[in-house]
């Protein structure tokens, strides 16, 4: 095994890893059943959150706020509570949406997509959202994925799995809004495996969660693959930097779509898991809202 289990607290839809340095603490969602999870770095228990909706993506406001994003919009979270207080409706009207992948752009703004619960071609979108504003960048998007940023902000990477072509577009270092056209940078057609979430080390240096793959594969900014981390679940959705020198990965997984046979075939399917690499990673900024 090239990874380790960090929470063997198995989910439907393991997602939206993130990692707070200030807590040494880990947060990530079973989306299909509404669940936000978060466990210690440093061991213990996992802890299990219900909501009372789907939610896909978590970031820190602050040392005592965290923005949550779920089928309705983003929402406000008080740390020491849990309580939410909806901050933004997005999609809110649209019962046949919901949310799913985001990401922190260095500036502070926040990308995030939408797609619809049972991943209806064309249901979904992606949008930025900065200090109070919200605009529309990508309509027609059936399952949003692989948002990410280059470390100095002038690179945004994207995808719609259900194409399987990852993106990359030039952006704007002080906004975090495009600039100019999308164009191809790893095209994953025929291949095994689907483009699903993806983070960017402090070299550029793209890494991607391999749905039904079953490993975390490492692209440079040129497009090249450069290195396959195999992972213990076929499933593998998104990765994350962890540790207090974002030394560390970490991946979900998801047991999703699967037959009693193929769960028997992959006992780990849905659990979360500890890469054994080291990699030059970097922590995720706060959000402005």
């Given at each position: 095994?090239?990874?380790?289990?960090?929470?063997?607290?198995?989910?439907?839809?393991?997602?939206?890893?993130?990692?707070?340095?200030?807590?040494?603490?880990?947060?990530?969602?079973?989306?299909?059943?509404?669940?936000?999870?978060?466990?210690?770095?440093?061991?213990?228990?996992?802890?299990?959150?219900?909501?009372?909706?789907?939610?896909s993506?978590?970031?820190?406001?602050?040392?005592?706020?965290?923005?949550?994003?779920?089928?309705?919009?983003?929402?406000?979270?008080?740390?020491a509570?849990?309580?939410?207080?909806?901050?933004?409706?997005?999609?809110?009207?649209?019962?046949?949406?919901?949310?799913?992948?985001?990401?922190?752009?260095?500036?502070?703004?926040l990308?995030?997509?939408?797609?619809?619960?049972?991943?209806?071609?064309?249901?979904?979108?992606?949008?930025?959202?900065?200090?109070?504003?919200?605009?529309?960048?990508?309509?027609a998007?059936?399952?949003?994925?692989?948002?990410?940023?280059?470390?100095?902000?002038?690179?945004?990477?994207?995808?719609?799995t259900?194409?399987?072509?990852?993106?990359?577009?030039?952006?704007?270092?002080?906004?975090?809004?495009?600039?100019?056209?999308?164009?191809?940078?790893?095209?994953?057609?025929?291949?095994?495996?689907?483009?699903?979430?993806?983070?960017?080390?402090?070299?550029?240096?793209?890494?991607?969660?391999?749905?039904?793959?079953?490993?975390?594969?490492?692209?440079?900014?040129?497009?090249?693959?450069?290195?396959?981390?195999?992972?213990?679940?076929?499933?593998?959705?998104?990765?994350?930097?962890?540790?207090?020198?974002?030394?560390?990965?970490?991946?979900t997984?998801?047991?999703e779509?699967?037959?009693?046979?193929?769960?028997?075939?992959?006992?780990?399917?849905?659990?979360?898991?500890?890469l054994?690499?080291?990699?030059?990673?970097?922590?995720?900024?706060?959000?402005?809202?």
């Amino acid at each position: 095994m090239a990874a380790t289990i960090l929470s063997d607290e198995a989910c439907e839809l393991g997602e939206g890893p993130t990692y707070d340095p200030a807590t040494d603490t880990l947060y990530w969602f079973d989306i299909l059943n509404s669940r936000l999870l978060e466990k210690k770095l440093s061991g213990g228990q996992t802890r299990i959150h219900q909501l009372d909706e789907m939610a896909s993506a978590i970031a820190t406001i602050d040392g005592e706020r965290q923005l949550l994003l779920t089928e309705t919009g983003l929402h406000v979270r008080d740390m020491a509570s849990g309580k939410l207080v909806l901050h933004m409706s997005v999609e809110a009207a649209n019962a046949g949406t919901r949310s799913n992948d985001a990401r922190v752009h260095p500036c502070g703004a926040l990308w995030f997509g939408t797609m619809g619960k049972t991943a209806e071609a064309g249901a979904g979108a992606i949008y930025w959202y900065f200090r109070g504003e919200l605009r529309l960048l990508f309509p027609a998007i059936s399952i949003p994925n692989s948002i990410c940023f280059s470390p100095d902000g002038k690179t945004a990477y994207y995808t719609d799995t259900a194409v399987n072509l990852l993106y990359r577009l030039d952006c704007d270092a002080d906004t975090g809004l495009p600039l100019g056209e999308p164009k191809l940078f790893v095209d994953r057609r025929g291949g095994r495996g689907d483009i699903d979430g993806s983070v960017v080390d402090r070299d550029g240096v793209l890494w991607n969660a391999s749905w039904g793959g079953g490993r975390v594969d490492a692209y440079a900014p040129d497009g090249r693959l450069l290195r396959s981390v195999p992972v213990p679940a076929v499933q593998t959705s998104c990765p994350a930097f962890v540790g207090a020198a974002a030394d560390r990965m970490v991946v979900t997984s998801a047991a999703e779509g699967m037959s009693a046979k193929a769960r028997r075939a992959d006992p780990h399917a849905g659990k979360t898991f500890l890469l054994d690499i080291k990699v030059n990673g970097r922590h995720e900024p706060n959000v402005l809202i």
